[in-house]
């Protein structure tokens, strides 16, 4: 049977290499110049790929759905699968798993050479403008000719990630066939705040609570590393809460609780004891919080940084308290799909079979990745819903040959 894998991602590397060992004739088509560009650079180039803490609590979308897409192809079966391909990974205290080469471009190769062993005709730099069905048959037509398949394979990854390949394409072709699109988000993306009091504090990370607020109501919440920028806040827990703010509308407030281990009573001890030190306010928060970050804290309360700490009222003192533990940043807006990770929404799950990913509407045609609508949080999950979803679409319908079991 002839099999067509329209993008050449982490969901269309797997779909092919599942389709090949059914013994099925594979072509994947790329539109970029190689294999596996956004997964190459996923995880600051480390490549996150999945987590040992993996639910379908942490996916957005139909959750009967992922879970039955999740349960076919799951962690241990994933972890398996790259190793009998020779990757060695290692997780961290956190959950997430990395190759133990601590280089994304190693998960890249391994599929690539698995598809080379299994003779997948991978053409390249080849862009898909249009699909049609004719008596059964799928006809592909792309800058390179056209293509014939029995079945087709769309994994053209999100609109996320522009500078590594992300684009609408996908969403374009499959909707031409009858399958509608929900509205796109980015997610997983940097956070724009007012910058008056990140922009001094560019590079400076902290291990804070995250917390945002939509009219005063708690919408989404993390904790972890934050970054701050000359246009607001990244790091893991931004990109955690991000998707709570593309999708939230106008009005949103970003608090940090920039020292989550300490108590309100347990700061304003702190600064007590420094009152009779002789230091100025530009060293009263040194040893308690980055030098950088101390001061701004002071400076957006009004303080003058050459002033003695020994002027400091009890008042002074639950302000100072307080603005560590409710650092507020109105939001302004995010990166948008240029800086995102990972598209929220897609082609709705709901036009696709749970069991085999194949379309309700054009038979033959199967789907899989970031184009649907499911996106996960930070921390690999994203990739894994691509593990499995690939591998599932890959079967064709043909669970009781699943070469992986």
């Known amino acids: 049977m002839e099999v067509i894998v329209i993008g050449g991602g982490a969901a269309g590397m797997m779909a092919a ?8 004739r594979v072509t994947v088509l790329e539109r970029a110049e190689r294999l596996g560009r956004k997964l190459a650079v996923t995880g600051n180039g480390r490549c996150n790929l999945t987590n040992i803490n993996m639910s379908p609590e942490h996916y957005h979308g139909q959750r009967e759905f992922v879970t039955s897409v999740l349960n076919g192809f799951n962690l241990k079966r994933t972890l398996s699968f790259f190793r009998r391909l020779g990757l060695i990974t290692v997780s961290e205290p956190s959950g997430r798993v990395y190759p133990h080469s601590d280089q994304a471009g190693s998960v890249v190769d391994v599929l690539r050479f698995a598809l080379s062993a299994l003779k997948v005709n991978v053409i390249t730099s080849c862009t898909v403008s249009d699909i049609a069905t004719s008596g059964g048959t799928f006809v592909v037509q792309t800058d ?19 500078r590594a390949g992300g684009s609408r394409l996908g969403y374009a072709l499959i909707t031409a066939l009858g399958h509608s699109c929900t509205r796109l988000y980015p997610s997983l993306v940097q956070i724009k705040t007012e910058n008056k009091y990140t922009r001094p504090l560019k590079g400076v990370r902290a291990d804070a609570a995250v917390m945002v607020l939509s009219h005063g109501r708690t919408v989404s919440s993390s904790f972890g ?19 709570s703010i593309t999708t939230g509308g106008s009005g949103l407030l970003v608090k940090l609780d ?11 001890e702190i600064i007590e004891s420094r009152l009779g030190s002789g230091l100025t306010m530009e060293n009263l928060l040194t040893g308690t919080l980055h030098n950088k970050l101390g001061r701004t804290v002071l400076s957006r309360l009004g303080y003058s ?7 400091l009222s009890h008042d002074d003192i639950v302000s100072i308290s307080n603005m560590i533990k409710s650092y507020e940043l109105p939001v302004t807006g995010s990166l948008g799909m240029d800086g995102a ?4 929404g897609g082609i709705p799950v709901e036009e696709f079979n749970p069991m085999t990913l194949e379309s309700r509407i054009v038979p033959g045609l199967f789907a899989a990745g970031e184009i649907l609508d499911v996106d996960g949080d930070c921390g690999g999950y994203n990739l894994q819903w691509a593990w499995s979803s690939g591998h599932l679409a890959g079967l064709l319908g043909d669970l009781q040959h699943d070469t992986e079991n």
């Not at 920039?258 to 304003?268: F, G, N, P, V």
């Open 144 to 162: 390179a000719g056209p293509f014939k398949a029995d079945k087709l394979i769309v994994t053209c990854g999100g609109a996320a990630g522009t």
């Open 305 to 311: 940084l050459s002033a003695p700490v020994s002027m």
């Open 17 to 24: 290499i599942t389709a090949a060992k059914l013994k099925n």
């Open 341 to 344: 990770q990972v598209t929220a």
């Open 225 to 243: 590393e934050v970054q701050f920028t000359d246009y607001g806040l990244s790091g893991p827990a931004i990109f955690d809460v991000s998707r």
């Open 258 to 268: 920039l020292m989550r281990e300490l108590t309100r009573d347990d700061l304003k």
